[in-house]
């Protein structure tokens, strides 16, 4: 089970997870994530090794609530106007995204320290919010389009299958196509 406790917004947790994220960030740029440890992190970040061991656990659970932090969703998709060009542009953001190495990492460490599944879980409900916004807008405009699962199935799973494990496979056109063949088999 995670350490993490649930915690409030604000206050003095939020600033020591804050500031726990951003040594991380900084020391990872600057020495590299192989060079972290717990009491290097702390002190960057200006809190007691027992305070991260505290929350986190360990290190590697500690990475893998920063890479969740960071596969967030700054922006709601954009709209395009049209389902198709939306789901596309989705698509080819998001694997472009998580194809990269700093996102090929972050994913890694997401599920690494994540004995749980919540992390990951977290992961796929960003996906999932992102797919729903997309989805209710062309509905709104008057589109037949798929269920949020559907999606997932069919344009996330396949997406991250590659990313795991034949990244070398993995060309640019590949999520054009997953769209295209999800909403040409919706169709017809």
């Known amino acids: 089970m995670s350490r993490k406790p649930m915690v409030r917004p604000g206050g003095r947790s939020a600033r020591v997870q804050q500031s726990v994220h951003q040594a991380v960030r ?13 009491p290097l992190v702390a002190t960057r970040a200006g809190v007691t090794p027992s305070t ?7 290190l590697q659970e500690l990475l ?4 969740v932090e960071r596969l967030r969703p700054d922006t709601p998709p954009t ?10 542009a989705w ?3 998001f694997l472009e ?5 700093p996102g090929r990492a972050y994913i890694r460490d997401a599920l690494l320290g994540d004995p ?13 919010d992102q797919i729903d916004v997309i989805l209710a807008r062309a509905r709104a405009r008057g589109q037949a389009a798929p269920d949020t699962e559907t999606v997932i199935d069919q344009v996330v799973a396949p997406m991250m299958y ?25 169709a017809g």
């Open 26 to 38: 900084e020391l990872t740029a600057e020495l590299g994530r192989d060079a972290l440890t717990v």
């Open 52 to 58: 991260v061991y505290r929350r986190w656990g360990d």
């Open 64 to 67: 893998s609530d920063v890479a």
């Open 79 to 88: 709209d395009h106007g049209d389902l198709s060009a939306d789901l596309t």
């Open 91 to 93: 698509a080819q953001e």
């Open 97 to 101: 995204e998580m194809s990269s190495p």
């Open 116 to 128: 749980d599944g919540t992390n990951a879980g977290q992961c796929s409900a960003y996906a999932a």
């Open 162 to 186: 590659r990313i795991l494990f034949r990244p070398d496979a993995l060309e640019p056109p590949y999520a054009r196509q997953l769209v295209s063949s999800l909403l040409r088999t919706r």
